[in-house]
């Protein structure tokens, strides 16, 4: 059977964005934020953050760094799984897989 990576890269990319929404959720929730809070520190809608926190939509570069800050931690922390210790992907891989979005998505941001 021939794999396709494109199907592989939309599987590593939903993955991601499900670590992202329950990495938001926690992060907030650990700082006693709300929605609204944590849009208010980022500089981005209530509505963004719902939906990112649904898996709803994707982040951009800008918006992952903005959020980073508002939630004082590493971008890449954000798209970890949350239980990477018992699997997921490793910096490195998560950096790989960042640049590769950024480049195939995202134009380069």
Not at 75 to 99: F, H, I, N, R, V
């Amino acid at each position: 059977m021939v794999k396709n990576p494109a199907s592989d890269m939309v599987l590593a990319m939903d993955y991601i964005r499900e670590c992202l929404a329950r990495n938001l959720v926690m992060r907030r929730t650990f700082l006693h934020l709300s929605q609204e809070g944590l849009a208010d520190r980022a500089g981005l809608s209530p509505g963004f953050i719902a939906n990112l926190e649904r898996g709803k939509s994707w982040v951009s570069p800008s918006s992952l760094e903005k959020l980073s800050r508002a939630l004082d931690t590493e971008p890449w922390k954000l798209l970890q799984d949350p239980q990477a210790d018992q699997k997921g992907y490793s910096k490195e891989e998560l950096s790989m897989l960042w640049d590769r979005a950024k480049s195939e998505f995202f134009n380069g941001l």
